[in-house]
Structures are given as structure tokens and as C-alpha cells.
């Protein structure tokens, strides 16, 4: 079932950006690709989705492939409080009309060092 | 605002016995979604609720079960109890099944002797 491969962990200075990336191959036309952080088994926190255009908001850019085979999370200025286990998640449609499943790869441990 | 609330914080039972957890989705949020994350690996998706209607399930065996209530609340249910079972289980609330921020609680964690 799983449908995304990140790296197992990284590091990035303080002040740097971070740059995360995700495999996604097998991802269908009308899947979205969400990126979830979650800090110290608390309940992950969105952070940004898209589905084939690049995307920003206030937390970060989302680069997405044009054959959306992949996608890359970009973390602009990483500061020690983003140190997180990074997670890029595919939305899938359920076997029902309108429902639907997110599936979690094991995500990448980010690790912002001072 | 209060975010989702989940209870109880930390629950211990054996094998053999059966659980219910409970979930309060934010004020507004009709959808509810459990997940299971075992230590070290990421959520797995367990059930997606709207309007009181199951909306998704993932790969999980008929030990598990969960209904929400008519005021968005809902409980997961598992029964026969195994030590894989051991886990943090996680609720997320959103607006709608569509709507593309899940909102997720600290979690339940459980754990199957």
C-alpha cells in the first residue's frame, strides 16, 4: 500500500533551507501529495499539499515534478523548532465514490543543528 | 479554540480484552479519522467518518471498529486485544471528507500486555 519513499533522516544548519524530498512513481492524476510534520510523538502538524503546481505558504514551498513522480518540501529558513520527523503523504480515493484513504510513508527525520 | 481532545491520555490492558477510545473533533469539523502509529514507523490510516457515515478504511482487521456520534464525536473500538496492537492512536478532525487540512489530536497510547 505504500505509495511514498523519503530518506530516512538529514540534517541542516540553523538558518538554512531544507530541502526534503519525496518519491512518489506511482501516484495517480487526481492524488494530492500533503506533507505532514510531527514533533516528539504529538500529533502531526500540516504544513502544505498540492497536487501539479508548485505551492507556498507561511511554513514552506512545495515543489512538485511535472511528471508528479516526485516532490520536494522546502523549508526556507530552518530553525531549531523544525526539528521533526517530516512525513509525505499521497491521498488516495477509496473504493466508494467520495472516500478516501492518506497514506503516511515512514518519514524523514530532520534534524536542524545550531 | 480547543483543539481535538482525545481520551484517555494512556490506557494499559491485556490481551484478550477489548478497548473504546474517544475523539472530540474541533467545533465546526464534521470529519473524523483514526490512524495507528506503532513506535518508529508513521500513522497507518485506520477509518475516515462524516456526517456519522464510515468514509474510508484502511487495511485493518474486523477487531477494529468505530461509529460517530450526531455530535461529530466519535469512538474507536478494538476488540480481542493483541500485544501488535500496542500503539498511539491518533484522531484527526477536518471540515469535510474533502477538505485537505487534518487537524490531529496528541493521541491515545495504548498499551496490550
Known amino acids: 500500500d505504500a505509495k511514498t519513499t523519503q530518506p530516512t533522516s538529514m540534517d541542516c544548519a540553523e538558518g538554512r533551507a531544507a530541502n526534503l524530498p519525496c518519491n512518489h512513481s506511482?501516484?495517480?492524476?487526481?492524488?494530492?501529495v500533503y506533507w505532514y510534520r510531527q514533533i516528539h510523538s504529538q500529533g502531526p502538524q500540516y504544513i502544505i499539499h498540492?497536487?501539479?503546481n508548485n505551492e507556498t505558504n507561511e511554513m514552506a514551498s512545495l515543489i512538485i515534478t511535472e511528471d508528479r513522480k516526485s516532490s520536494t518540501l522546502i523549508l526556507p529558513h530552518a530553525t531549531l523548532r523544525d526539528t521533526a520527523v517530516y512525513y509525505c503523504?499521497?491521498?488516495?480515493?477509496?473504493?466508494?465514490?467520495?472516500?478516501?484513504?492518506?497514506?503516511f510513508g515512514t518519514g524523514t527525520r530532520l534534524k536542524v543543528l545550531a | 479554540d480547543a483543539g481535538v481532545t482525545q481520551s484517555p491520555t494512556h490506557l494499559i490492558k491485556t490481551r484478550g480484552q477489548q478497548v473504546t477510545l474517544r475523539c472530540s473533533p474541533i467545533?465546526?469539523?464534521?470529519?473524523v479519522s483514526w490512524y495507528q502509529q506503532v513506535l518508529g514507523q508513521g500513522p497507518q490510516f485506520i477509518f475516515q467518518?462524516?456526517?456519522?457515515?464510515?468514509?474510508g478504511r484502511g487495511n485493518f482487521p474486523d477487531r477494529f471498529s468505530a461509529r460517530q456520534f450526531p455530535n461529530y464525536s466519535s469512538e474507536l473500538n478494538v476488540n480481542a486485544l493483541l500485544l501488535g496492537d500496542s500503539a498511539l492512536y491518533l484522531c484527526?478532525?477536518?471540515?469535510?471528507?474533502?477538505?485537505?487540512?487534518?487537524?490531529f489530536g496528541p493521541g491515545t497510547r495504548l498499551t496490550v500486555l
Open positions: 484527526a478532525s477536518s471540515l469535510a471528507v474533502t477538505y485537505n487540512e487534518q487537524f
Open positions: 506511482t501516484i495517480s492524476g487526481n492524488e494530492y
Open positions: 498540492g497536487l501539479k
Open positions: 503523504i499521497v491521498r488516495v480515493a477509496g473504493l466508494s465514490s467520495g472516500t478516501y484513504k492518506y497514506i
Open positions: 467545533s465546526g469539523h464534521k470529519s
Open positions: 467518518y462524516y456526517e456519522k457515515e464510515e468514509r
